[in-house]
């Protein structure tokens, strides 16, 4: 099992940036992919980013390509998200998570450890 916990969220302005961390611990981080994942209120919650176990080409979800960065430092057992030009519809609570697998994935049941969350607010 590997326990998760998320860091970075808060209040912000349309056009800010903001970098979230998760910290990992338990399973050899190295071994398996990480994910960012986002839920709004009222909504399902949905696909951000994810990175296979040792980095490689990352995954985006289209909303944020281009705009969203997901790095991992297996040294630090930590994932990141860098957000930029952030947008009042990037508000959620976001997760980070740990996949079954060492491979990139946007299927949230591909994923079998999740962090508390952390709320990332944008305002207009």
């Known amino acids: 099992q590997v326990q998760l916990v998320e860091s970075g969220g808060g209040l912000v302005q349309a056009g800010d940036s903001l970098t979230l961390s998760c910290a990992a611990s338990g399973r050899t981080f190295s071994s398996y992919a990480m994910g960012w994942f986002r839920q709004a209120p009222g909504k399902e919650r949905e696909f951000v980013a994810s990175i296979s176990s040792t980095g490689g080409p990352p995954l985006y979800a289209g909303s944020v390509k281009g705009r969203f960065a997901i790095s991992r430092d297996n040294a630090k057992n930590t994932v990141y998200l860098q957000m930029n030009s952030l947008k009042p519809e990037d508000t959620a609570v976001y997760y980070c998570?740990?996949?079954?697998?060492?491979?990139?994935?946007?299927?949230?049941?591909?994923?079998?450890?999740w962090g508390q969350g952390t709320q990332v607010t944008v305002s207009s």
């Open positions: 998570a740990a996949g079954r697998t060492w491979y990139r994935n946007s299927r949230s049941n591909e994923y079998g450890s």
